[in-house]
């Protein structure tokens, strides 16, 4: 026990001690605020990506007209991840829910016997086919489809 507690201590205090040494790099401000002081300001309309313009790449338009904004997250791979590792909640990290929430997935029986990550990969499914997750993406609750 006592090789545990000092190992255990070793590890535990190797970055303290390693963030603590001097370090050989330094910043410049002044050529930093020069560098801000002479920077062009630049507007969306103005930035021509892939030969096209910039807000196509968030904006969609639907049949109707409307403008519909694009997922930041690739909806068939937050399907994928809830397929494999649907069990402790790594999709809905990929989503970006709470950093603790693979903790309430793993802890709770594999998300309550595994009927929470079941009914989260068929509704990811849905999503990825209707191509919109956008109302599951940034979800703190556990149960993300209620």
Known sequence: MKHFIL???AVLTLPLVSMAEKS???LDNSAIENAFANAEEV???QINLFGGNTLDLFVTTQ???QMAYRSSVNPWAAFA???FLGEFGIHRMY???TKAMWACYTFSCCGIFGIVP???WIVLLVGAIQDDIRSYEGNPKFIMWL
Do not use: I
């Open 7 to 9: 190992v255990l201590t």
């Open 24 to 26: 050989e790099y330094t």
């Open 43 to 45: 507007s969306l309309d």
């Open 63 to 65: 049949s109707n007209g």
């Open 81 to 83: 991840l809830a397929f």
């Open 95 to 97: 989503l970006g829910s």
């Open 118 to 120: 079941f009914v989260d």
